[in-house]
C-alpha cells in the first residue's frame, strides 16, 4: 500500500456513510473537506441530494457544497479545475484536502485527466435528447456508430445519458470521444490529484437496508417541499438536476401521478439500482484502503 500523501479521497456508493467517515477524519487530520458529488454542488437541494448540515459537519470546512444555482451546468472538466484549486488553496494553509463522494466520473476525471475541450453544449444536448425521443436509441446509435465504432462498443442503446454525451462531444469539439480521450491519456498529468483513496464497502443486504431507511428520512425531513420550491423559485429556466433520481420522482407525484406510498418504494429502488452501477464503477478504479 502506498504511503498517504497530501490529499485524501473518501469514495463509495450513496448511502455508505462517506460523509461522517470525512468528517471524522478530517479532525483528525487537519482537513478541510472538498465535495466530490456531481448534485451537492447545487444550492437549493439540500435535502434530496443529502449535503451534510452545519451539525454533521462538526466545525470542518466543507468546499463545494450548494454553491451553485440548480439552473447551472458543470461538466467533469469544469468540476475538476473547482476542485484542483480548492485543494491548492487548502494546502497553501497547511492543510490536508479530504475528497468525498460518490461521483465516479469526477474522481476519475481528477486521477486519470480529462481533455481540455471537456464542455457541456446544453443546445446541441437538448437538440440529441429530442431526436432520442423521437426515433428511439437506435437512430443515435448508429450515428455513434459510424463516427466512432470503438467507443460505441462500450456504450448500451438505453443508456440515454451516455449515448447523448458521446454525441455531444463530437459535435461540440469536433473529434470523436476515442480521440478527445487518447488525447487525455498523453497529455501531463499536472492537472490531476494524487489521491490516497479510502473505499466504504458494505454488504448488499446492508446497504439496501440504508438507502431505504435514508429514503424515508429524507422525505420525512421535506424532500417534498424542496422540490415544490424549486418549481416555483426556478419556474422561468431549465433545472438539468431535477432529473436526478428522486427529483423526477417528486415531480411526477406532484402532477398526482403517484402515490406517497410508491414514491418512496420507487425512489429506494432506483437508488439501489444507482449503488450497483457506482459500484461497478468503483471496482475498476485504484483503491489504496477498503474499509468493510
Request: glycine share 6%; aromatic share 6%.
Amino acid at each position: 500500500m502506498k504511503p498517504i500523501n497530501n490529499s485524501l479521497a473518501i469514495i463509495g456508493p450513496t448511502a455508505s456513510g462517506k460523509s461522517s467517515v470525512a468528517v471524522e477524519i478530517a479532525k483528525r487530520i487537519k482537513g478541510e473537506i472538498i465535495g466530490l458529488d456531481s448534485r451537492q454542488i447545487y444550492k437549493d437541494m439540500a435535502i434530496g441530494t443529502a449535503q451534510p448540515s452545519i451539525k454533521e459537519q462538526r466545525g470542518v470546512f466543507h468546499h463545494l457544497i450548494g454553491i451553485k444555482p440548480p439552473s447551472e451546468t458543470i461538466s467533469a472538466g469544469a468540476y475538476s479545475k473547482l476542485v484542483l484549486d480548492v485543494a491548492k488553496d487548502i494546502k497553501s494553509r497547511n492543510h490536508i484536502p479530504v475528497l468525498c463522494g460518490g461521483s465516479g466520473l469526477y474522481y476519475r476525471a481528477l486521477t486519470q485527466g480529462i481533455f481540455d475541450e471537456s464542455k457541456t453544449d446544453l443546445k446541441i444536448r437538448k437538440e440529441l435528447e429530442n431526436e432520442y425521443d423521437r426515433h428511439g436509441s437506435e437512430a443515435l446509435m448508429s450515428k455513434l456508430i459510424s463516427i466512432d465504432p470503438d467507443y460505441a462498443k462500450n456504450v448500451h442503446p438505453n443508456n440515454k445519458k451516455r449515448l447523448i454525451r458521446a454525441l455531444e462531444i463530437y459535435q461540440s469539439t469536433g473529434k470523436t470521444p476515442t480521440q478527445n480521450y487518447n488525447k487525455q491519456s498523453n497529455s501531463s498529468k499536472n492537472n490531476t490529484l494524487d489521491l490516497f483513496t479510502i473505499y466504504l464497502e458494505w454488504e448488499k443486504s446492508e446497504l439496501n437496508n440504508r438507502i431505504k431507511t435514508r429514503t424515508k428520512e429524507m422525505l420525512k425531513a421535506g424532500w417534498i417541499d424542496e422540490v415544490k420550491k424549486l418549481l416555483k423559485d426556478y419556474s422561468d429556466a431549465i433545472i438539468p438536476p431535477l432529473d436526478s433520481i428522486g427529483y423526477r420522482e417528486i415531480v411526477s407525484y406532484i402532477d398526482d401521478n403517484t402515490t406517497l406510498r410508491s414514491l418512496e418504494k420507487t425512489i429506494a429502488i432506483k437508488t439501489r439500482q444507482f449503488s450497483v452501477r457506482q459500484i461497478k464503477w468503483f471496482n475498476k478504479e485504484s483503491i489504496d484502503l477498503t474499509i468493510k
